[in-house]
């Protein structure tokens, strides 16, 4: 769980354990660069990564793989 760059998010924290309830293995990593890159790191080839949350967030990460910021 991350936060995007924008003062209207809500706290990683927060969501926390709302994920939990629903037996979803999860951990806060407060950069989003940070949050896909461990991601991807703990994917397979055959695994699909999905970012989900705001506009913010999916902007942020889309600019981060189309930049080439990510492999």
Do not use: F
Request: with cysteine; glycine share 10%; aromatic share 2%.
């Amino acid at each position: 769980i991350t936060r995007p760059k924008t003062e209207r998010a809500v706290s990683p924290e927060v969501l926390l354990p709302v994920v939990r309830r629903y037996g979803m293995k999860s951990e806060v990593i407060e950069n989003p660069p940070d949050a896909l890159e461990k991601a991807m790191a703990a994917a397979d080839a055959a695994d699909l990564i999905c970012i989900t949350g705001s506009l913010y967030l999916v902007g942020e990460i889309r600019g981060l793989l189309a930049g080439g910021g990510m492999a």
